[in-house]
């Protein structure tokens, strides 16, 4: 287990909403709370020995939005919509040393913070766009359990919970008869509970991870809207050369519940989503990290192959883990 000191599986529980403000411009809601590929190079299947360790990610995304066929959107003006975003992800997590049914035990806290511009090409006055910044939900994991099945084999399964305070607004829309989120709003108004199951293979220097995870959705009591529940398995790779690691990760997102509007599944917005607003996302790239003996430097690249009725977001991720005790 001494490969695992400087990087903890749940060291980048990150999540981020790659176009989090169309929904207040155009009437869909947030997408699904974990971000794609967000475990992705983790091996997450297992925990690493007893202490403290704290993470700091920095991610850049980049791209369009995409309909439901996987065509890039456009707004009703014609132009296309980008966006630029730029996550800080701070997180801890404790392995206080004790076993529960045989399974090592960690618990984890995670803050996303966030800036997004969004450009909508000049749709409605020459170059339209918006620009915000502020809280994602905190996102509280009271159990990670991992299981050493030997011959380098690890299992692991745990429980994210995404609190309902970050910051939030909305405005009443009378087109559409109700409280509509606003362009300033960049959480998620619901909670979400998040299980997850994990095989790793640690052993020879190789991380070779499946990490199945699963968001269920309660409905923004404000909007009267309800994010259809999603399944992602992210995919890790790699293989340790001395203090270097290189690698491929990858991720699928499959939201199999639509999106509804109370209790009736939304209608597609023209141009810009189909109906039910079902994100669909396949997306990989390379991995390069470095251990320096007490902490790692990890550079994490996403590009999507797919999308649908999501950003077609590449994703830039750059994380520094370290043990405090």
Same mark, same amino acid.
């Given at each position: 287990?001494?490969?695992?000191?400087?990087?903890?599986?749940?060291?980048?529980?990150?999540v981020a909403?790659?176009?989090?403000?169309?929904?207040?411009?155009y009437?869909?809601?947030?997408?699904s709370?974990?971000?794609?590929?967000?475990s992705a190079g983790?091996?997450?299947?297992?925990?690493?020995p007893?202490g403290?360790?704290?993470?700091?990610?920095?991610?850049?995304?980049?791209?369009?939005?995409?309909?439901?066929e996987?065509?890039t959107s456009k707004?009703?003006?014609?132009?296309?919509?980008?966006?630029?975003?730029?996550d800080?992800?701070?997180?801890?997590?404790?392995?206080?040393g004790?076993?529960?049914?045989?399974a #090592?035990?960690?618990?984890?806290?995670t803050?996303?913070?966030?800036?997004?511009?969004t450009?909508?090409?000049?749709? #409605?006055?020459?170059?339209?766009?918006?620009?915000?910044?502020?809280f /994602?939900?905190?996102?509280?994991?009271?159990?990670?359990l991992?299981?050493?099945?030997?011959?380098?084999?690890f299992?692991?399964?745990?429980?994210?919970?995404?609190?309902?305070?970050? =910051?939030?607004? =909305?405005?009443?829309s009378?087109?559409?008869?109700r409280?509509?989120?606003?362009?300033? #709003? /960049?959480?998620?108004n619901y909670?979400?509970?998040?299980?997850?199951f994990a095989?790793?293979y640690?052993?020879n220097?190789?991380?070779?991870?499946?990490?199945?995870?699963?968001? /269920?959705?309660?409905?923004?009591?404000?909007t009267?809207y309800?994010?259809?529940?999603?399944y992602?398995?992210d995919?890790?790779?790699?293989?340790?050369?001395?203090?270097?690691?290189f690698g491929a990760i990858?991720?699928?997102?499959?939201q199999?519940?639509?999106d509804?509007?109370?209790?009736?599944?939304?209608?597609a917005?023209d141009g810009?989503s189909?109906a039910?607003?079902?994100?669909e996302v396949?997306?990989?790239?390379p991995l390069?990290?470095?251990n /320096?003996?007490?902490?790692?430097?990890?550079?994490?690249?996403l590009?999507?192959?797919? #999308?649908?009725?999501?950003?077609?977001?590449s994703?830039?991720?750059?994380?520094?883990?370290v043990?405090?005790?």
């Amino acid at each position: 287990m001494n490969q695992l000191k400087t990087l903890g599986p749940y060291a980048c529980l990150v999540v981020a909403l790659a176009m989090a403000p169309l929904g207040a411009a155009y009437g869909e809601e947030k997408k699904s709370p974990m971000m794609p590929g967000g475990s992705a190079g983790n091996a997450a299947g297992a925990l690493p020995p007893e202490g403290l360790y704290f993470n700091n990610e920095v991610t850049i995304e980049q791209g369009k939005l995409v309909d439901g066929e996987g065509r890039t959107s456009k707004t009703p003006a014609g132009t296309n919509v980008k966006a630029f975003q730029v996550d800080v992800t701070p997180s801890l997590l404790w392995v206080p040393g004790v076993k529960v049914l045989g399974a #090592s035990y960690g618990v984890a806290i995670t803050q996303p913070y966030a800036w997004l511009n969004t450009d909508f090409g000049g749709a #409605s006055t020459g170059g339209d766009s918006t620009s915000n910044k502020g809280f /994602f939900n905190t996102i509280l994991t009271p159990a990670i359990l991992s299981w050493d099945v030997g011959n380098g084999i690890f299992i692991g399964s745990g429980l994210s919970v995404y609190v309902k305070d970050g =910051h939030f607004t =909305h405005h009443y829309s009378a087109a559409q008869g109700r409280e509509t989120l606003s362009n300033g #709003s /960049f959480a998620n108004n619901y909670w979400t509970f998040q299980p997850n199951f994990a095989v790793s293979y640690l052993a020879n220097g190789w991380n070779l991870t499946m990490n199945h995870v699963v968001d /269920f959705n309660t409905k923004n009591d404000v909007t009267n809207y309800q994010s259809g529940n999603a399944y992602y398995l992210d995919l890790t790779a790699t293989k340790k050369f001395g203090p270097w690691e290189f690698g491929a990760i990858g991720n699928i997102l499959e939201q199999w519940q639509p999106d509804k509007v109370r209790g009736v599944k939304v209608a597609a917005v023209d141009g810009l989503s189909s109906a039910g607003n079902q994100s669909e996302v396949l997306a990989m790239g390379p991995l390069v990290a470095y251990n /320096f003996g007490k902490a790692s430097l990890r550079l994490r690249y996403l590009q999507p192959i797919r #999308s649908e009725n999501q950003g077609d977001i590449s994703f830039i991720r750059l994380d520094l883990s370290v043990p405090l005790y």
